[in-house]
């Protein structure tokens, strides 16, 4: 296994950067915002470009203590990861350094979730396109940078991935798909830490169009795994599947 190899002390050298997709609000915002505490420059993304001036906003406004500057950048650009054309703009906007990439945006599906019997093909390759095919091409554009700067990717993924639920089919099938992804590219790229990483469960807005009209605040918030992202980032663990909840520290 690789040894565990904290990132460069930012100390008398520019901030590293972090490209995190769907940045505008539960998991991925959460990301953001504690990637900037540990002096990450951020270029974030989302569909929804008010919701994303909105936490770009914020995460400004957060800013960091002031005995560790330089402050982070944040650099918005809303957009559909699907299309290529904003993928090539994210990657652009880091320029010529790139640390961490964290493809997080993606898709439940079709909700209420349908049973694979009647899940809609159509609804079924849109899933795969954003929950495979997106993240995987933004990775290929990315990997130069990547390499140059002995970064990472983080990919995140679900239990979906590895269990069977029922009404999970399609969602379930593309995070599998992207987890196989993600340990082939371990496998390849040996410069480059690649994490797949399981939230859990937490209280979002796909969780809960997973279970429309069912009260989901039993849920913890995305913000109280954030500090499992930071551990696998910071030390830089090895390559490979991760769950949130084992990278907690353990509370008595």
Known sequence: MCPRVPLPSVEGMNNPTALITGASRGLGRALAAGLAREGFDLIIDARDR?????????LR???RPAAQRPEPTVTAIPGDITDPSHREALVAAAGDRLDLLVNNAGTLGASPLPALADYPVDELRAAFEANVI???ALTQLALPLLRASGGAVLNITSDAAVEAYA????????KAALEQASNVLAAEELAVRVWWADPGDLR???????????????????????PAFVR??????????????????VTS
Do not use: K, N
């Open 50 to 58: 008010a919701a994303l001036d909105a936490a770009a906003g914020a």
């Open 61 to 63: 406004a957060a800013g």
């Open 134 to 136: 997106a993240p995987v």
């Open 232 to 249: 696998l980032v910071t030390e830089r663990l090895p390559s490979g599947r991760y769950r949130a909840s084992h990278l907690l520290p």
């Open 204 to 226: 979002t807005d796909m969780h809960q169009a997973a279970f429309p009209g069912e009260d989901i605040s039993d849920r913890p918030e995305p913000a109280s795994v954030v």
């Open 167 to 174: 009404g999970w089919g399609g969602y379930g099938a593309a």
